[in-house]
């Protein structure tokens, strides 16, 4: 085999392996993208970018599935909220990888779920790679998370988030806001800019749903419960 590098003939074939490699996975890139399509929700009036990638992961979701429930530990985090003031507890299974490393704990990004990053960031074409993973798991459809916004700071103003499902089909519920950080005083509904509908989307296996540029700054999102539903598993880019 020309492409088994041998003592004597290192570094001659270590180029022509490398050559191999690179052309074997863009082979698969172009077969992976080829049966997958992509769905633009896109108002700059409303600040509204969203784009839903059907199929991204579809030939891999078994194996993606798989790996994560072999990998992660999951956790129903009991906190005290700055934000609310009392105790609070996730409405779901989450895992967190990655971020900041003087936030505590950290735990940093696993081998096993490395080459899922670099290739959603790269099929992004992120200028930096993501390297926050929030990993959620709905058991059933009791399971939820709240209307919130992905927007922070430190992420600047129009960050690419990045939601890729595996598992059972959800909905993925987008309303626009005033303010996307309502005040505490009760009068939170009235941040809802109740002129604009509601997108839902439905995210099956495999799906990846991303939001960009403003997007953040404007909408608030949530998986809402749904009776009968069966596990999903989604992975947050950041």
């Not at 020309?2 to 001659?12: K, L, Q, R």
């Not at 180029?15 to 052309?23: H, K, L, N, Q, S």
């Not at 896109?42 to 194996?63: I, N, S, T």
């Not at 985090?77 to 779901?92: A, I, N, W």
Request: glycine share 8%.
């Amino acid at each position: 085999n020309p492409y088994i590098a041998t003592s004597d003939s290192a570094a001659g074939a270590g180029t022509d392996t490398d050559v191999c490699v690179a052309a074997a996975a863009a082979a698969a890139d172009v077969e992976r993208k080829s049966q997958c399509s992509v769905e633009e929700a896109h108002d700059p009036a409303k600040g509204l970018h969203v784009q839903v990638h059907r199929g991204y992961q579809a030939r891999r979701a078994e194996f993606w599935w798989n790996t994560i429930v072999s990998n992660a530990r999951w956790f129903r985090v009991k906190y005290k909220s700055g934000r609310f003031g009392k105790q609070c507890e996730t409405p779901c299974w989450t895992t967190f990888y990655g971020g900041r490393t003087e936030y505590e704990p950290y735990e940093p990004v696993p081998d096993w779920l490395r080459p899922l990053v670099e290739e959603v960031s790269r099929d992004l074409n992120m200028p930096v790679p993501f390297n926050a993973m929030l990993l959620r798991l709905y058991f059933d459809g009791n399971d939820e998370i709240a209307w919130h916004t992905d927007g922070r700071t430190f992420l600047g103003n129009a960050p690419t988030i990045a939601s890729l499902s595996f598992g059972a089909n959800a909905t993925f519920e987008m309303r626009r806001m005033h303010n996307v950080w309502p005040p505490l005083d009760g009068s939170a509904e009235d941040c809802i800019d109740r002129t604009t509908p509601q997108r839902d989307f439905v995210v099956g296996d495999g799906d990846m749903l991303v939001m960009l540029g403003a997007t953040q700054k404007h909408w608030h999102h949530r998986v809402p419960k749904e009776k009968g539903r069966m596990p999903k598993l989604n992975i947050n880019f950041r």
